[in-house]
């Protein structure tokens, strides 16, 4: 069994790599590396190995889901850790998004927002959103259509304490590269109309998208956040499916 140093070393260095991939995917796009931001994605790591990993550099995390997040935010409670939540939320879940989080990137209800945004007031804080955007068309998976975006937007405004950042998407699963990227042109054009066509009090500076197997298309394509995982923590000892079903 490896140590405690040894893990530490081991996420230390693949952090390093995931961060050398995307300087040179913004090599390739013209881009500054630092235009960049990598969220560790921790679901099914254990607090004990997050500890390392906070160690070894990672102060931000992210989660699918909210109950997982909870208890290790509790479990990490003394360390300076920012939890993004960033997958799909029950309205009931809000509550609990509002006490501990500091981002949420995976709005696609308004239910949910209005719900949040009440719940924020209550805590007396406010909160840096994403909007979700199913920009391969899969039925499995969560996020508005593309043609629905701008009438869903118009509404945010009226939820004050939603800080809205930009738009997060989910790419196709697929070994084809081109049917990959062509999820992230759509995200970055929705993106740029956006800019345009949004209430003035909505930025949309941030495009969350590209995770382990297709980050290093995302960066080409204009992502600024990517949501990295296994090239960090290591495989899991199962497929998605078995965790989110209908994850694939």
Same mark, same amino acid.
């Given at each position: ?13 693949? @952090? &390093? ?6 300087? #040179? ?6 881009? $500054?590396?630092?235009?960049? *931001? !990598? ?57 609990? @998004? &509002? ?6 990137? #995976? ?6 927002? $209005?719900?949040?945004?009440? *719940? !924020? ?80 009090? !909505? ?46």
């Amino acid at each position: 069994m490896e140590s405690a140093e040894q893990q530490i070393n081991e996420i230390k260095n693949n @952090l &390093a790599t995931v961060q050398q991939n995307i300087a #040179a995917a913004c090599i390739r796009a013209g881009r $500054e590396p630092s235009s960049v *931001r !990598l969220l560790p994605v921790t679901k099914t790591v254990s607090a004990e190995r997050l500890r390392l990993a906070y160690a070894a550099g990672c102060h931000e995390m992210g989660e699918n889901k909210i109950q997982e997040a909870r208890e290790k935010s509790e479990a990490l409670k003394d360390l300076d850790i920012k939890w993004a939540i960033i997958g799909h939320l029950q309205t009931n879940k809000a509550k609990y @998004l &509002a006490r501990f989080a500091n981002e949420f990137q #995976a709005l696609d209800s308004l239910k949910v927002a $209005e719900e949040l945004d009440k *719940r !924020l007031q209550i805590e007396g804080r406010a909160m840096d959103v994403y909007v979700q955007v199913n920009s391969s068309g899969e039925a499995s998976k969560f996020g508005l259509a593309p043609d629905d975006v701008r009438t869903f937007v118009a509404e945010l405004p009226n939820y004050s304490s939603l800080r809205i950042k930009g738009l997060m998407t989910l790419a196709i699963f697929s070994t084809d590269h081109e049917r990959v990227r062509e999820c992230f042109i759509k995200m970055r054009a929705i993106r740029d109309m956006l800019r345009q066509e949004a209430p003035a009090t !909505l930025l949309f500076e941030e495009l969350s998208m590209g995770m382990s197997g297709d980050y290093e298309i995302a960066v080409e394509e204009g992502a600024t956040v990517v949501r990295v995982g296994q090239a960090i923590f290591g495989k899991r000892p199962l497929p998605d499916s078995h965790y989110w079903p209908g994850t694939g």
